[in-house]
């Protein structure tokens, strides 16, 4: 049974950090694609960003260039997202998932439950 555990969400201040962890298994994780994705309430869940299966390749949504890294530790079956320069329009649920090298969440065959980011001015 493939299981993905986000954990590291919680509040902070404007221009504060967070590092997200993902977890995987029940999958050979060097195998996969993985991203993050976002959701707050009432919208759909957009794309945050995505790393290849060996760590080489990224990929970020514009909104986070240069403020959010997204790596993994394949010896550890874990994706990170580490988060600087933090500003309210961050909060939001942040998911793991596993499968694409894609931004299309359509593509991705596995999902975590949701860390809650919140992020105060």
């Known amino acids: 049974q493939v299981q993905l555990v986000e954990s590291g969400g919680g509040l902070v201040q404007a221009g504060g950090s967070l590092r997200l962890s993902c977890a995987a298994s029940?999958?050979?994780?060097?195998?996969?694609?993985m991203g993050w994705f976002r959701q707050t309430p009432g919208k759909e869940r957009e794309f945050v960003a995505t790393?290849?299966?060996?760590?080489?390749?990224?990929i970020y949504a514009d909104s986070v260039k240069g403020r959010l890294t997204i790596s993994r530790d394949n010896a550890k079956n874990t994706v990170y997202l580490q988060m600087n320069s933090l500003s309210p329009d961050d909060t939001a649920v942040y998911f793991c998932a596993a499968g694409g090298w894609s931004s299309r969440r359509q593509l991705y065959d596995y999902w975590g439950q949701g860390t809650q980011v919140t992020v105060s001015s």
């Open positions: 029940g999958l050979t994780f060097s195998s996969y694609a």
């Open positions: 790393i290849s299966r060996n760590g080489v390749d990224t």
